[in-house]
């Protein structure tokens, strides 16, 4: 099989970059490990910034979106018993989505299906070939039978544990890298989000997020030792526990109810450089993690797609090799701009188990600082609402 780009990975880089590639027509097949329902089921993201959102509707799939996706104004950040507002419209004069990423990726699948887009499920064994040299390849095996994939480039879109970055020779990588001492224990339930806005808390007995999905459907997440279980916590635990991170305001008018999902994720800033190898280009998670404290990870993978999509447009419709050229460069450069501001985020909110006195105060003299300062505020909206492509 003969397209013009391979990529790798069905979640939302690889599908976002595959659609918004379709309607430039320029063709692509994804490979993906999976099924699209085990993809499907993965329960994340759940901000979008105004760079995706545009995206999607460049990629023709923004309708669910905009009818079912909730505007966000603001948020609130909550600590010794009081919660404080950060308001993004007054800053910014813009405003995040809250729209799960698996409806994000619900929708790029049923666009991508609708429109006769190749996607191979259950592709085993995924090896990239020759991305050194003009002519790359991907073979891959799917019901026991052989595939190959010939191509011009090679969009790496498959995740952390995938094999597009580990293709790249150590001699030319390099990681930047640091990992967190503890995890979020997450929780969806069919219940009303105890408010309007997210609440992001300090307290002393470490972080909790406050989020949603719909008027009847919540997430909330707790920081935990990374060597609990989700199945160690009941439910009644976790409300517990969260009942005494938030305000008792907020405590008090959490309306609790059975799990339908409760997992538990682990914390890591990763970046790794550079993020194009010859004719192999890296994006989203392939290339970079970030602790989820800022809500960047989905909204980095977006920023990448832009400008290799813009840059692979330039080589097939204007036939210039600048925007490939300077792919890496101009991702790098907002991928550290959020790195840094979900480490700043995570730092301020978590409690963290070798944390001296000095660090505490040094917490709440930032978060004083975050609720009496205009201008600190602003300088939070701007990175949360996302920095400009
Ligand atoms: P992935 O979603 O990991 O997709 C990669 C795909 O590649 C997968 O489908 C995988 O099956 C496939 N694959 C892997 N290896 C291979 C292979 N060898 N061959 C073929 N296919 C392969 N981000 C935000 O912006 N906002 C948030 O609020 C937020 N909250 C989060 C909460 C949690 C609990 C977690 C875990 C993450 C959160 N994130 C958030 C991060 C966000 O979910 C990820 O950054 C996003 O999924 C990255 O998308 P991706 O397509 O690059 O990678
Ligand atoms: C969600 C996750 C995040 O990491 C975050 O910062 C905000 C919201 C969520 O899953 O809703």
Redesign the pocket.
């Known amino acids: 099989m003969r397209t013009q780009v391979a990529i ?7 599908l976002l970059l595959s659609q918004l590639l379709h309607k430039a027509g320029i063709d692509s097949v994804v ?4 099924t699209r329902d ?2 499907l089921g ?7 910034e105004q760079g995706l959102v545009g995206l999607m509707r460049e990629a023709g799939v923004a309708d669910r979106m905009e009818a079912e996706g909730f505007i966000h104004d603001g948020t609130l950040i909550a600590a010794n018993n009081e919660a404080f507002r950060i308001d993004f419209a007054k800053h910014t004069g813009t405003h995040v989505t809250v729209y799960g ?1 698996t409806e994000v990726t619900r929708d790029l699948y049923d666009a991508r299906e609708a429109t006769g887009g190749s996607i191979l499920f259950n ?1 085993e064994d ?1 090896t990239i070939h020759d991305v050194d040299t003009d002519h790359p390849y991907v073979t ?1 095996r799917t019901d026991g039978q052989d595939g190959r994939v010939d191509c011009d480039f090679i969009a790496g ?7 597009s970055r580990q293709t790249i020779p150590d001699t030319v990588r390099k990681e930047y890298e640091k990992v967190y001492p503890f995890g ?1 224990l ?1 929780i969806l339930s069919e219940t009303p989000p105890v408010d309007d806005e997210l609440i992001y808390a300090n307290s002393p007995r470490g972080f909790a997020l406050c ?1 949603m999905r719909n008027a009847s459907l919540s997430r909330y ?1 707790v920081q935990c030792p990374l060597t609990d279980t989700p199945e160690q916590w009941s439910d009644d635990a976790f409300w517990e526990e969260l009942k005494r991170r938030i305000p008792e305001e907020a405590a008090d008018k959490l309306v609790t109810g059975p799990s339908i999902e409760k ?1 538990i ?1 682990p914390l890591r800033s990763f970046v790794t450089e550079p993020m194009r190898w010859g004719r192999l280009f890296l ?4 290339a970079h ?2 602790p ?1 404290t800022g ?7 977006a920023s990448d797609i832009h400008y290799l999509f813009e840059g692979l447009k330039d080589y097939y419709l204007d036939k210039s090799s600048a925007g490939i050229d300077h792919y890496s460069e101009r991702a790098l450069l907002r991928i550290w701009k959020a790195e840094r501001f979900s480490w700043w985020m995570t730092t301020l909110l978590h409690r963290f188990p070798d944390q001296t006195e000095f660090d505490l105060k040094m917490q709440q003299a930032e978060l004083a600082f975050l609720r009496d300062s205009d201008t600190a505020q602003k300088a939070m909206a701007e990175n949360y609402v996302g920095l400009p492509y």
């Open positions: 790798i990975g069905g979640g939302p880089s690889g490979l993906e490990r999976k085990y993809v993965r329960i994340r993201a759940g901000v979008l990423q592709a995924v891959y879109c498959d995740g952390f544990h995938g094999v979020w997450g989020s997440y997992s994720a994006c989203g998670d392939a993690i970030v989820p809500a960047k990870g989905l909204n980095t993978a």
